[in-house]
């Protein structure tokens, strides 16, 4: 007779924590009437922002609060604090929304998309900085090069909730995509980032 060895709960738990996981996707843009591209260059930041949390039966959850202490965390609130102190990119919108002229709405457009570009490169730099002066944290951000296709792929995560931002060129413009997800233990999610965010030149 066989006889069924129970683990812990927390020995479970542990196990879960530690089997890591991947993400990966293929970044591309589809102008009207034209095909699929991909970027000329680019580079992706992955970005940890928060832990699983286990309850008393040890199923996981995601908090998605905001966490200073993680890589995504700083990104999120560094970008946010720049936008909001950004009073010409504020000037910019307001316009923009008012103005009826086709050609100076792209304009007011690829301006706006050149201060959140500018923002976004900012708010990394410090994450960078961040990361530095925390080297034991150092894991919480990849980066990663997407190949000719933009396709990407980031192996060996630890599970929970993270921050993509991928920086590059398409088309002759400067452009950014964005993503926020929840990576489950040793699972592997597949991210298309297929719109781009902001574009300038």
Not at 172 to 190: F, I, Q, R
Request: positive net charge.
């Amino acid at each position: 007779m066989a006889i069924l060895a129970e683990f812990p709960f927390s020995a479970r738990a542990a196990s879960l924590r530690s089997r890591v996981g991947t993400l990966k996707g293929r970044i591309s843009v589809t102008p009207p009437g034209r095909e699929t591209r991909a970027p000329s260059s680019a580079t992706v930041f992955v970005m940890f922002s928060s832990r699983m949390r286990w309850n008393s039966l040890q199923n996981g959850t995601f908090s998605h609060e905001l966490d200073l202490g993680t890589a995504g965390g700083q990104f999120a609130y560094h970008l946010n604090r720049l936008l909001a102190r950004n009073k010409g990119l504020k000037r910019l919108e307001k316009n923009a929304r008012k103005e009826s002229n086709p050609r100076k709405r792209m304009e007011d457009a690829l301006q706006i998309g050149r201060s959140h570009l500018q923002s976004t490169d900012e708010a990394l730099a410090l994450v960078r900085a961040w990361l530095a002066k925390h080297p034991g944290r150092s894991w919480q951000m990849e980066t990663v090069t997407p190949n000719g296709q933009g396709l990407w792929s980031a192996p060996g995560l630890q599970p929970g909730s993270y921050e993509i931002v991928v920086r590059g060129r398409v088309l002759g413009y400067d452009a950014d995509w964005e993503a926020a997800v929840d990576l489950e233990p040793g699972k592997t999610l597949s991210i298309p980032l297929t719109q781009a965010r902001f574009f300038a030149r």
